[in-house]
């Protein structure tokens, strides 16, 4: 891993952070992205912590390593990671995805509020959009509780980890999901948020 792996990366990010805030996922400063840079020893590069996702530019990323703790890179800025660089990295251990993404997205929220023990999709097209399949398979969409401890947050999600569904809510927060590549989460994120708002929508 070198400053070209973390700008290349940064850069990225920057692409999907700004089509996010463009659907209102990522509101004021809310809401983190990341890629895996390098794996042993795993490296994230991450959204830097307090900057509008909107205006995100190559070098506005920050590395860190399996807990979430600041690394250096020669010839990059040391810029805060967001406090929940920490969970990223803890998803990508677990899932081995390079690529994590998590947004504020309003129905994540409201659904985790509706179903706080998960939410049950079944028999409907877009659930192919998540890996899964259109008919006879009940996805469930796992729902753990907020924290501002990292590793408990990590506890929890390592809890309720699936393999064959790469996405979970934090309650009262947002979304996580994640995938092998940054183009294909965008996917998982795009579809399952259409998922939780159709299965709100016909409650
Ligand atoms: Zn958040």
């Not at 877009?126 to 990590?154: F, W, Y």
Request: proline share 4%; with cysteine; net charge negative.
């Amino acid at each position: 891993m070198n400053r070209e792996d973390v700008l290349a990366a940064g850069g990225r990010l920057a692409v999907e952070a700004a089509r996010f805030t463009g659907i209102g996922w990522m509101r004021g400063t809310s809401g983190n992205l990341s890629e895996v840079v390098s794996r042993d020893p795993l490296r994230l590069a991450v959204t830097a912590s307090g900057l509008d996702k909107g205006e995100l530019t190559p070098s506005d990323v920050a590395v860190v390593g399996a807990a979430g703790e600041p690394v250096e890179v020669a010839g990059v800025e040391p810029l805060t990671p967001s406090a929940e660089a920490g969970l990223h990295a803890r998803v990508a251990a677990v899932s081995g995805a390079d690529a994590i993404v998590h947004v504020h997205a309003l129905n994540a929220v409201v659904a985790a509020h509706h179903w706080p023990k998960g939410v049950v999709l079944k028999d409907v097209e877009t659930l192919k959009g998540i890996g899964r399949l259109a008919h006879d398979d009940e996805v469930v969409i796992p729902v753990i509780e907020n924290s501002q401890d990292m590793t408990e947050l990590g506890d929890r999600f390592e809890a309720v980890y699936d393999a064959a569904t790469p996405a979970v809510i934090v309650a009262n927060h947002g979304l996580y999901t994640w995938a092998p590549t940054l183009h294909r989460a965008r996917h998982i994120t795009e579809c399952v948020e259409w998922l939780l708002a159709y299965r709100i929508a016909i409650r």
